[in-house]
């Protein structure tokens, strides 16, 4: 599975972003997906997961209702809307792809080139 991840950009604190994330092979569908991002001197952080159908979403505590995972397989897209940014969102987001559960941070093994998102206060 290759991913693009786009949507980045700068913004104001209070705005919004949706973030894309195409992939490429025909089991997209079979793949949890998973949102992470790292802020300048700071470890890589997971943000949000997907189950394969979409059923079922996990978010970081940070994100809890102001982002929102979903996903579109018949166009192999994962997305991530983010609302009500704050500078502390400021980072590199990367989509990733595993076959697991998305109650588990690890085990992702496809990840993306990552799209700057920056939020200025």
């Known amino acids: 599975v290759q991913l693009q991840a786009s949507g980045g950009g700068l913004v104001q604190a209070g705005s919004s972003l949706r973030l894309s994330c195409a992939a490429s092979?025909?089991?997209?569908?079979?793949?949890?997906m998973g949102w992470f991002r790292q802020a300048p001197g700071k470890e890589r952080e997971f943000v949000a997961a997907?189950?394969?159908?979409?059923?079922?979403?996990y978010y970081t505590d940070s994100v809890k209702g102001r982002f929102t995972i979903s996903r579109d397989n018949a166009k192999n897209t994962v997305f991530l809307q983010m609302n009500s940014l704050k500078p502390e969102d400021t980072a590199v987001y990367t989509c990733?792809?595993?076959?697991?559960?998305?109650?588990?941070?690890?085990?992702?093994?496809?990840w993306g080139q990552g799209t700057q998102v920056t939020v200025s206060s």
């Open positions: 990733a792809a595993k076959v697991g559960p998305i109650s588990t941070m690890s085990g992702y093994n496809y």
């Open positions: 092979g025909r089991t997209f569908s079979s793949y949890t």
């Open positions: 997907i189950s394969w159908s979409g059923s079922s979403t």
